[in-house]
């Protein structure tokens, strides 16, 4: 998944020419936060040590599409008001999507961050995925590849150092999580790596949204 001869260098700065001073950031995503995906994040961050951009502190998940920027009225494409959280619960409850298993395994990398790879055998993330959609596109462009992030690279490394470093990770078995629900996920702008908080849970079983936090006045 490397592209160009060198990691992607990340810094810790605000973005402010980004975020416009909006917070926080949404998404949807699977929380895989247990103990054992947990511990073998902290083991592939600490097997790169001294490559990783210090104090990436997000929850282990599994990224599934974007929101944005929440609005009563949008203005811009990375904003969105609280009709397409209907509209994807909607199309959610319309698919009955049975609750499923992921599995976390390996360590793999993009040019920007190394991730633990998520493998699919009974196909619902793309399930899953296209109910999120607006008017079947994905706000998460590119092509898309479940993961769960391990850091962000801290400098420009060459690519054949790191793979080497990648292939000498000792992952074990893969890792199990139970999905049954997706969650609405945030993270403040400003921090890069900072840690997410947790706005709602869609439960598959039930088709039931349930809220930890207004988003919306």
Not at 26 to 46: K, L, Q, S, T
Not at 60 to 75: I, Q, R, Y
Not at 157 to 169: C, E, H, Q
Request: hydrophobic share 40%; glycine share 8%.
């Amino acid at each position: 998944m490397f592209e160009g001869t060198h990691t992607l260098c990340n810094v810790r700065r605000d973005f402010p020419e980004w975020h416009l001073g909006r917070s926080p950031y949404v998404f949807w995503a699977f929380d895989v936060d247990v103990p054992a995906v947990r511990e073998r994040v902290g083991r592939a961050g600490a097997h790169l040590d001294g490559c990783l951009l210090d104090g990436y502190s997000r929850q282990p998940h599994v990224t599934l599409d974007l929101c944005g920027f929440s609005s009563v009225e949008p203005l811009h494409e990375d904003e969105f008001s609280a009709e397409l959280l209907v509209r994807q619960c909607a199309a959610l409850s319309r698919a009955q999507i049975p609750i499923f298993e992921i599995e976390v395994g390996g360590l793999e990398s993009f040019s920007s961050a190394p991730y633990l790879v998520v493998a699919d055998r009974q196909r619902r993330i793309a399930a899953v995925r296209a109910c999120l959609a607006v008017d079947g596109q994905p706000r998460l462009f590119g092509d898309y590849v479940p993961h769960v992030t391990v850091g962000l690279y801290g400098g420009e490394w060459p690519v054949d150092t790191v793979r080497a470093r990648l292939a000498a990770f000792p992952a074990g078995d893969r890792i199990t999580c139970r999905i049954e629900r997706l969650s609405l996920m945030a993270y403040q702008p400003s921090e890069v790596g900072g840690p997410l908080s947790c706005i709602a849970d869609y439960w598959l079983a039930s088709g039931e949204m349930r809220w930890r936090d207004k988003l919306f006045a």
